[in-house]
């Protein structure tokens, strides 16, 4: 059968079910789908980290559970009817990463989804085109909250300013709290960075990341909670995270013929681009450390203003090349020039020269940071590489 809003020529006969809104009723139907079951639903939201904290729970989860998940970062008005309709009777779990860029999206997402755990990863400066700063970007996210189960668990970052507010709200649900700085139920401390892989320790348990990122200890502090609140042993935990497939493009490390690349190009914001240029700068590397960077999308007015500050905060850095591309990221070349010319530094204005720049001047031995956001596809300078070397 077809649901649709208008007068359309089908090839063979099938049945049509005409509606308003088709994206309305995938909604409806959802809605309806859900509330046959009474399954515990785990919401994950945030600026960042949201496909990565909920492949992790996944990982950590399906060591006891049969659970269901988002494919890939299905996250918006399709994605999630689309894997909520594939719920069924075997499924003990469902693991949902919940997206908006525009006022109103998580609102009408929760109202579907109706979770009895939400995870709220961290509040940066994301789709600020429509949702205009921080503030903003918290009050969607908590929409999440209004239509989730009043005997439910919020889980959250206790070290971001915004999600610390939490707190001071007067809600019903119970609350467990993840951090590296302040104190929480799950605290992250003792943290050693080896090469590649980076560890941490919660009361006796030590965990490992075979990622040198910090904030994939945030990520993994997420799941931890949720394992824990699902009742998953400590050892099984620290396997599922050990053994973590990081997902294509979401700081994915990739060793091209003597090249260290750092394949993150899945996404960028502010908050992951200081995250991921923060780690890069601390890798020890045998050459030079290039980042091949492009624009962070929907900033509104905040555009210029936001990628200056990305070109200063690698000022302070430890890399020897920036290479970007993109119209708003010549912003980081001008603010990285200004404040630190023994770096070099380079505006492309396409793609193309930018691969010409690697090729003639990246060597074995060298590491390369290549991070946009998803409109940018940077994902084609490591197909380049690949190809080149």
């Known amino acids: 059968a077809v649901l649709v809003s208008k007068a359309v020529k089908l090839k063979k006969e099938v049945p049509s079910i005409w509606v308003k809104d ?17 399954v515990p639903i785990i919401a994950i939201t945030g600026s960042s980290g949201k ?7 996944a990982t950590i989860l399906s060591k006891k559970y049969k659970i269901l998940k988002n494919y890939k970062s299905f996250n918006n008005q399709y994605g999630v009817p689309l894997t909520l309709l594939q719920l069924r009777k075997k499924h003990e779990v469902v693991i ?3 997206g908006t860029n525009r006022p109103g999206d998580i609102a009408a997402l929760a109202s579907i989804v109706k979770p009895t755990v939400v995870v709220f990863t961290n509040i940066g400066e994301s789709h600020l085109a429509l949702l205009k700063n921080k503030a903003g970007v ?4 908590f929409h999440l909250v209004e239509y989730m189960n009043k005997k439910g668990t919020i889980i959250f970052n206790k070290d971001d300013v915004y999600l610390s507010r939490i707190n001071q709200k007067n809600i019903s649900q ?3 709290t993840f951090s590296i700085i302040e104190k929480s139920s799950y605290q992250a401390r003792k943290i ?22 910090e904030h994939n200890i945030y ?8 394992g824990r609140l699902f009742q998953v042993p400590f050892k099984q935990i620290i396997k599922a995270l050990a053994c973590f497939k990081w997902t294509l493009g979401r700081q994915e490390i990739v060793k091209i013929k003597g090249l260290l690349v750092i394949n993150d190009t899945y996404n960028a914001n502010p908050l992951s681009m200081r995250s991921a240029i923060r780690t890069f700068s601390a890798l020890p590397v045998k050459g030079r450390k290039f980042l091949v960077l492009a624009d962070m999308l929907e900033l509104g007015k905040k555009s210029k203003e936001l990628h200056e500050s990305i070109g200063q905060e690698i000022a302070r850095l430890k890399v020897d090349v920036v290479l970007t591309t993109g119209l708003w990221a010549r912003y980081i070349n001008k603010a990285l020039q200004k ?6 530094n380079f505006y492309c204005s396409n793609l193309e020269d930018v691969h010409k720049l690697l090729k003639r001047d990246c060597h074995k031995g060298d590491a390369i940071l290549i991070k946009g956001s998803r409109g940018m596809k940077m994902e084609r300078a490591v197909q380049f590489l690949r190809k080149e070397y």
């Open 22 to 38: 088709t994206t309305k009723a995938l909604s409806d139907i959802a809605s309806f789908h859900r509330d046959r079951f009474s």
């Open 51 to 57: 496909t990565t904290t909920k492949e992790m729970i």
């Open 96 to 98: 949902l990463e919940v």
């Open 138 to 141: 918290f009050k969607e996210k």
């Open 174 to 176: 119970k609350i467990v």
């Open 192 to 213: 050693v960075r080896q090469g590649l892989k980076v560890s941490f320790k919660i009361g006796s348990y030590r965990f490992c990341l075979s990622s040198p990122a």
């Open 219 to 226: 990520n993994a502090l997420a799941g931890i909670c949720c």
């Open 339 to 344: 404040e630190n010319r023994k770096i070099v």
